[in-house]
C-alpha cells in the first residue's frame, strides 16, 4: 500500500484522505497501521511539496 500512496503523492496533488474501518477498541494493531499509514501519508506529501 505505501509504494502506491507514494507513487499518488508524487505525480498528483493529494487534498484528502480517509482512513476507515479502525477498531481500537478491539484491535490496537489497525489503530497503529492506520496511524502509521497516515503519517507516512504526509511525509510523502510534504517531500513532494518541497521538491516542487
Known sequence: VLPIIELIAKTSNII???????R????RKTEVLAARLI???LL????NFNEH
Open 44 to 47: 510523502y506529501k510534504i517531500s
Open 16 to 22: 484528502g484522505m480517509d482512513v476507515v474501518e479502525v
Open 24 to 27: 481500537p477498541l478491539e484491535d
Open 39 to 41: 503519517f507516512k501519508s
